[in-house]
C-alpha cells in the first residue's frame, strides 16, 4: 500500500471526542470536546449509501479520511472539518499494521 504524502494532507481536522453531560434538570445531554486540534487530513468522498444500524437504517454521505497515525482514535469519536462539517467515524483502520497512518471511515451528521 502506497504512503500518503504530506502533500496531499491538505485539509485540517479537529477530532472529538463524546463528554457526556447533564442539563439544568438532570437530563443528559450529547457534548463533544476537542480531542486534537489541526489534524492534517486528505478526504475523500465514498458517496452516499445506507446502512444497516441497529433496528434501523442510518443514510449519509461517507468519506475516508486519511491522516498520520495517532494512538486512541476510536469510532467513538467524530471529526469537525476546517469548513465546520461533522463526520461520526464508523471505522479506524491502520492500512499497512506499520503505524504509520491511519484510514477512517466516517459519516457526515448534523452538529
Known amino acids: 500500500m502506497a504512503r500518503v504524502r504530506s502533500g496531499q ?31 492534517p487530513a486528505k478526504i475523500e468522498s465514498q458517496g452516499g ?12 454521505i461517507v468519506q475516508k479520511v486519511t491522516i498520520r497515525h495517532l494512538g486512541d482514535v476510536s469510532p467513538k469519536m467524530r471529526l469537525k472539518t476546517d469548513d465546520g462539517r461533522f463526520f461520526n467515524i464508523d471505522r479506524v483502520t491502520d ?13 457526515e451528521v448534523d452538529a
Open 95 to 107: 492500512p499497512d499494521g506499520y503505524q504509520r497512518e491511519l484510514v477512517l471511515v466516517c459519516r
Open 9 to 39: 494532507l491538505r485539509r485540517l481536522v479537529t477530532i472529538q471526542t463524546n463528554a457526556p453531560a447533564v442539563d439544568a434538570h438532570g437530563q443528559p445531554i450529547e457534548a463533544w470536546s476537542q480531542w486534537m486540534r489541526n489534524v
Open 49 to 60: 449509501g445506507e446502512e444497516q444500524r441497529g433496528d434501523g437504517i442510518e443514510a449519509g
